[in-house]
């Protein structure tokens, strides 16, 4: 098993750190934890966006789940759309980051 930090920092993120976001990958499936403030630039330095399997999120506080919105966007207006991906939080943490954007931007499952 392999886990990369994306982002450490609190509630904000500074100049030189996103907020929580981590990359857990375990015999070529990769899951997307907590994918905070600027987290989506720091994945984009290991993978492409179709390269995650799965999201968790924790919780529906932004610094825990902001870049899901702009990781959905990419997937979603890309060329060739990868499947829906399969996204795990608890009952309605994600309603405003989903409300930012209606289908097919947010192709979840």
Not at 3 to 24: I, K, N, R
Not at 27 to 33: A, E
Not at 86 to 109: E, F, N, Q
């Amino acid at each position: 098993m392999r886990l990369t930090v994306l982002g450490g920092c609190d509630a904000w993120l500074t100049a030189v750190q996103p907020c929580s976001g981590y990359l857990v990958e375990y015999d070529g499936f990769r899951l997307l934890v907590d994918p905070g403030y600027a987290t989506l630039p720091r994945l984009l330095h290991h993978h492409t966006v179709d390269a995650v399997d799965a999201v968790l999120v924790s919780h529906g506080h932004p610094d825990h789940c902001a870049d899901l919105n702009p990781l959905l966007r990419a997937r979603g207006l890309s060329d060739d759309p990868p499947p829906p991906l399969p996204v795990y939080a608890p009952h309605g943490a994600l309603d405003t980051v989903l409300a930012l954007d209606k289908p097919p931007m947010r192709p979840i499952c």
